[in-house]
């Protein structure tokens, strides 16, 4: 891992819950995986129902201004639901392909290819947004994205390679050996990943247990594969499905050896990452 070098931007992420957080680059916020429903039992999976035990930590009305959503995808309940889908109209949304046919007439929401960049200008400010492979559920599209911005700077990693700078946003996944294309093109600076180890039943494998993220030592794996700089850990708590709650995820990833490059993150408060 090469430490990030020439980077001019300030990045602060304020976690809401689950995958739901404000991350906010140089004043221009990027909402992922908006959920703000109450507590309760949802199936957006039939004969999968998910229950949730905590309430979002933010409500609708105390967002502040958001430029643009990054949804992974819209099929699953902890990932979008009802309330949150009150956030994508009249806002520019990337997500994947399936999802932006599924969330129309939202002229703002644009699909994502794996590794199809799109350039977006948010308050005067240029990004570019790639969108990542997942492998998810067995039944519909996930995606990821990277995020890049001429302020991130470049960094020379260990290759003598100078690669620009970028948020890795992992969305919901588990280890595949296609991420590490990452580091080909990038030095990830901070690598968000959604965690809990999840294991849900497989309708083609006649209900055998397969898992959906990443657990702490195969998270870890990955950032260590991409030669990342900080990793900060969400999707872990709040419904009961989750596998790898937070305390054995901080065991696995001092176990990993990369926790001290770890961000933890705190519910409603906005926390400086670099």
Partial sequence: MAPTANFSSTISITHIGTATSIINI???????????GPAGTYESIPGIPLTSTISPALTLDQLPVIDCVL?????????????????????????TMDGEKKLQPRPGVKGLKPWETVEMVLQGKKFR?????????????????VIETDSFGHTTTSDGVSRPNAVYVSGDTIYIDELKRIREKWHVAVSILNFAGVLVPFP???GELGQITFDGASGAQLHKDLGADKLV?????????????????KVALEKAGVADQVVWLKRAEEVRVM
């Fill in 71 to 95: 949804l992974s995808h819209e099929d699953h309940d902890d990932n979008l639901d009802t309330e949150g889908r009150k956030v994508l109209d009249g806002r520019h949304v990337l997500t």
């Fill in 129 to 145: 947004i790639t969108g990542t492979p997942c492998q998810h559920f067995e039944i519909g599209e996930c995606t990821g994205f």
């Fill in 233 to 249: 850990p969400m999707h872990f708590e709040e419904w009961k499905h989750f596998v790898e709650l937070k305390d054995d995820l």
């Fill in 204 to 206: 083609s494998k006649n």
């Fill in 26 to 36: 140089d004043g221009v916020r990027f909402l992922t995986d908006p959920v703000f």
